[in-house]
């Protein structure tokens, strides 16, 4: 991955924290590829893509995953981009040891969060930042099951490494967030 941004990714609007800290991700990368989880508009991995990362996008919406197909064919970016319901019952979990790095935005399904670690390299990055439960002060989400409780993203990581965590609000728009980037310990 280059040290900047690279010139594919003006098209693009990637999480802040995506940004700021992307330089981070080059530790993961030689480990494996990297997973967006729930990717939306795909923009975070198609970023990473730009950047020069393999990177694998996922989500259920096959409407969104058809834009990020054209999006990512537009910039001239090789990605792969599968639909896949990490919440069904029927749908595998993630693939042991697979991914160097795993990203997840505005995302939050807790049974699912064994199956990110366990598919991590060892000295693998997960970049996750999602919402707390002081969002509903400022909107959606408002239902519990999609919010985070004080502490919750840390404590699920706290034997790794953590590169970056961060609790609190935010701006433009304002919203209430989680942040967290950790590598995993190699002998895990």
């Known amino acids: 991955m280059t040290s900047g941004p690279p010139p594919a990714a003006a098209k693009l609007r990637p999480a802040p924290l995506l940004v700021k800290y992307h330089v981070l991700l080059r530790e993961g990368f030689p480990t494996g590829p990297v997973l967006d989880i729930a990717c939306g508009a795909g923009h975070n991995g198609l970023y990473l893509a730009a950047c020069g990362a393999l990177v694998r996008l996922v989500d ?37 040891l697979t991914y160097g790095t795993v990203i997840v935005f505005r995302y939050l399904h807790r049974p699912l969060i064994p199956s990110i670690k366990e598919t991590i390299r060892p000295g693998g990055i997960v970049m996750y930042e999602t919402y707390t439960v002081e969002q509903r002060r400022y909107g959606r989400p408002r239902n519990p099951a999609f919010l ?41």
């Open 60 to 96: 259920r919406d096959e409407t969104c995953l058809t834009a990020v197909r054209s999006l990512a064919d537009q910039l001239g970016l090789c990605v792969d981009v599968d639909r896949l319901d990490l919440e069904s019952a029927e749908q595998p979990v993630l693939p042991p």
């Open 148 to 188: 985070l409780g004080p502490g919750e993203l840390r404590r699920w990581f706290q034997n790794w490494e953590i590169l970056h965590a961060y609790e609190g609000e935010l701006q433009r728009p304002r919203r209430a967030v989680a942040q967290l980037i950790c590598r995993k310990p190699l002998n895990r």
